[in-house]
């Protein structure tokens, strides 16, 4: 017997891959997020009505209509309906529960990389690529040159590429 909870609770598995999408043809988080959020307003009120086999489908479709419907109440209007028929055949191709498995395993595989970093690695890669600082104000804040936060940069990176390899390497 399905429940309103566990209708909810399988479209939220789908969040990160619809936010994508909705990204693709928005070009904005925030507005994203929004169509997503209505999506899920959406089947809060359809639950019963929606088959569980064909709710990403259905999610969407209503993520969909609700980016073009917020492209135009923002007025800008799309004038390249290919482009939308575009990024819906791309997204097709990924949008399922295997993707969403790899994708789930990958997060988890970067997660655990990050946490074995050192703690300034992990402070630089996070005012780099988070806070959006320069190398300049990095290393202000942490008492070493821009240079050296750059390198400091570039050997995160290598470590977590080798990391994540050696975790999917183990999970194959």
Request: aromatic residues 8%; glycine residues 2%; charged residues 30%.
């Amino acid at each position: 017997m399905k429940s309103r909870q566990i209708v909810l609770r399988k479209a939220f598995q789908y969040q990160s891959l619809l936010e994508s999408y909705a990204y693709a043809l928005l070009k904005d988080w925030s507005l994203s997020e929004d169509a997503v959020q209505e999506a899920f307003i959406a089947v809060s009120e359809k639950w019963s009505e929606l088959d569980e086999s064909s709710l990403l489908p259905w999610l969407k479709t209503v993520t969909k209509r609700r980016s073009i419907d917020l492209i135009r109440k923002r007025k800008r209007i799309v004038q390249r309906e290919d482009l939308m028929e575009l990024v819906d055949s791309h997204f097709q191709n990924f949008m399922d529960d295997s993707f969403l498995d790899m994708q789930r395993k990958y997060k988890a595989s970067l997660q655990k990389c990050i946490s074995s970093l050192r703690p300034d690695a992990i402070q630089a890669i996070t005012g780099f690529y988070i806070d959006k600082k320069s190398t300049e104000s990095l290393g202000q804040k942490m008492n070493r040159s821009a240079n050296s936060i750059r390198i400091l940069l570039m050997r995160s990176r290598q470590a977590l590429r080798k990391c994540i390899l050696r975790s999917s390497e183990a999970s194959s």
